[in-house]
């Protein structure tokens, strides 16, 4: 972790992930309040921002279409986490919500040592 530490760019990354994450809270927010409808449409419109992404990299809207990409994933994670409660429970959901952030936790602890 000290070589992690020193280096320039981890304040960087950092502050890019955490401003990713808080897109994807609010687009999760957002899509609470869209109808179901329109989860086809920006479902088309992050994979295709996704391929775009993968191929071009050099245009200059690089970054807003980094940033719209977590902002779209957080609207569609709320259509999906509703899918699979629909189908697989709530109980069952939640249980798999709570082992993966354990597993997160016990990997980061991991991680540091």
């Known amino acids: 972790m000290a070589h992690f530490a020193r280096s320039p760019n ?3 990354i950092l502050q890019h ?3 990713m994450w808080v897109l994807t809270v609010i687009g999760v927010f957002l899509g609470t309040l869209l109808p179901p409808w329109i989860v086809l449409p920006l479902s088309i419109i992050c994979f295709t921002l996704l391929i775009v992404t993968y191929f071009v990299r050099t245009i200059k ?3 807003a279409i980094l940033y719209s990409i977590p902002f779209l994933m957080g609207i569609m994670l709320f259509w999906v ?3 699979f409660i629909h189908f697989l429970g709530v109980v069952l959901v939640l249980s798999v919500f709570i082992a993966t952030v354990i597993i997160f936790i016990l990997l980061a602890v991991l991680g540091l040592t």
Do not use: G
């Open 61 to 63: 809207l690089a970054n």
């Open 10 to 12: 981890t304040r960087l």
């Open 17 to 19: 992930l955490a401003c």
């Open 81 to 83: 986490t509703q899918f």
